[in-house]
């Protein structure tokens, strides 16, 4: 898996996450602004990074879409989270949801494979 910036992953994130709620998975700058809380401007700059990164499909002024190796990133990412907050959840116990949110969102982009797996491994164990 590639290693990108943290603002990367993090507009990688928001377009997979919005385009679940999407047919066909297309996705517009303003709702990617809306997501992040970022103003439109800052969205073009980095949809202009991502796609030298082949990361999605985009031209400006129109929709965009990840491509195979965007979502599979974005899948990472998302899997990371996902395993982060069922740690804090159910191993230490965090109550506090949005501690635990705040947590994973920062956290996430260190997380490496082998950790990511572990915390995987954990998690399915202390279910069991």
Known sequence: MIKLPESNEDYLKAKFTISKKKKGGWVSNKEISEFLNVKPASVSGMLFKLEKKRLINWQPRTSVRLTKKGKEVASSIIEKNR????FFKDVLK?????VMQDLCCKIEHYITPEVSNALKILNIEFHH
């Open 94 to 98: 965090i109550k506090d949801i949005a």
């Open 83 to 86: 395993e982060l907050y069922l």
